[in-house]
């Protein structure tokens, strides 16, 4: 079966185009009976189709994401970098050079800051959103446009936007001062400020991507439960707290674990708007330090281990999370 | 009681949209405006509006906004035709076939949906060096498809539960091959997938920044997003040049999500609604 079925395979591209119509139970050129035969099912396993179906992918995949990763496991125990003629393998010393390593750790605290403050704030104003869009009609509808086109913006259109505001002489502070605010703050250069902004700007971006979800999850809700429960005498308030935020159960999760994933590997904002300022790295995430540690100062072997550990908490935070809140829902 | 305050909710929502829009609002009227008004008065609107900036932007002399939009429109739809047409095949193989390694296979590359850039952007450019494709388009269209075929196939994977199995076996009878199968029967029953990957993934590549700038490389020129970043010095003062490139540089991924639209919101919320 499988030989007589890999023989065939290798014509299966070629004969099956130029055939002009559907030979109705005919042998065909490459010997294939088309018949009602049990082959049409069983013929998976095959190595031809999976060599035409499934190969290209597996190859590329493997190419462009799982050689990578393999690759930047192994340099991070090693101690290449551009200044230095010779590599060796120094297996942990980066790791525990790292976790010991100011620089590194702030950048870790940086990125942890601004994904809990892009998490909740996204799903707080997201969800407070998708309520008060709650209603049917054009209004209605052009507004969740409306929350939506960020979205669809590039992260360096929406930073640079952000930039051209928030920067010291951006048109926020020209128009504070021009109001008669004698030294209105850096909202990107000022290091009790930056951090905050670079959020407010990402919270901006994604925050339609969560009104739209919370909003698809609001629409599965049945409305009887709703009414039952205003009929039993439940305030806008229980309403909410007994049924609506337990039926939105998925939406958060959804919401919470793709905010997460997207927050963590955030590089683009960071470059447009600090340069991973102010300072060395006031706003530096781990992603971005990442890049500077690999392209900028050449140092191929820190930079993979920074990787690594940058695969190893995205990985462990999002299975976590995912896992958190999935029991969650079916507790609910 | 109700009807007194129905008018609570539209004029909120109004006001609350009215606040998101401003940033969006600030970039779009200052476009029309000489960078001197855009300083002076913001939130003005441009009257009467001028197309210095936008003609600037298109005169520009180095020719960053008419090699960047071909290069994004070369790479963007190279690399969705490409990506949805392979995680279509893979993805129905592998649900089909049922067998333990297609499972692992399918997880492996699940796994790959949450691998930040930054992680394996230092390899790619390797390998790429080490085949002869660093900064040119074949390479980077093959890191875009790479990277992005995971969640192809993960849109593609629920989709071809719901094809029927009769239909193929029908395709069958008829002496159709599994080729054949998969071209005319199968694909064409995906059309709602597939224009979710051509919309995610049309919007994620053209707006992409990392990957371009490390991989197309100062040579080859670049896309128009990475143009946009070029167009902006360290101390940025024309605001109304800067705004007018970056019009320029989403107008074409704005339209073309505006004509697909429902089907993206569709593809979005697909999963909201089954828990």
Redesign the interface.
Known sequence: MTNSVRSRTGT??A??RS?PG?????P?PSG?T???GGH??R???SAG??A???L???T??T???????L??LY?GMTDERATRPETSFVALDNYGFLLGDEEFRHSMWNTVVITVIVVLLTNLLGLA?AL??R?QGR??SL?R??????V??????VS??????L?D?G?LN??LVSMGVASPPGWLTDPSYAIYSVSGIMV?QM?G?AV??Y???L??IPAELEEAASLDGAGPWQQFRAITWPML???L??NTVMLM?ST??V??QI??LTNGGPGTNGTAT???E??RT??SEQR?GL??AM??I??VV??AA?VTTLKLLQRR?VDL | MKSRTSWVRPLLAIAVAAVFCLPLYVALVNVFKPSTDVVASPLALPAPPALDNIEHVLSRPDGLFWYGLANSVILTTLTILITTVLAAMSAYHLVRSGRWWSRAVLGVMLAGLMIPPAVIILPITRILDAVGLMHTMPGAVLVDVGYYLPFAVFVFMGFVRSVPRELEEAAAVDGAGRFRTFWQVVFPLLRPASASVLIFLGVWVWNDFLTPLLVLGPGAGNTVTVGIFRSIGPYQQDFGAVFAFMLLATLPVLVFYLALQKHFVRGLTGGATKG
């Open positions: 299966d591209t004969g099956e055939r559907p030979p109705h139970r005919t065909t294939r088309g018949g009602p049409r099912s013929t998976w396993s189709a999976f035409v179906f499934v290209p992918t597996l590329l995949f190419a462009m994401v799982l050689a990578p990763i690759w930047t340099t959103i008060l869009l209603r209004l209605y507004l446009g409306v929350f939506f086109t960020p669809i913006l590039s992260a360096v259109v640079v936007i952000g930039r051209s505001i920067a002489d048109l020209s128009t901006w925050l991507f739209v979800v909003l698809a999850g629409a599965g159960a998925s939406a999760t959804i994933i963590f590997k590089y683009d470059a447009v781990v992603a971005f990442v890049i690999a392209f191929p930079a993979s990787a690594g940058m695969l995205v990985a999002s829902e």
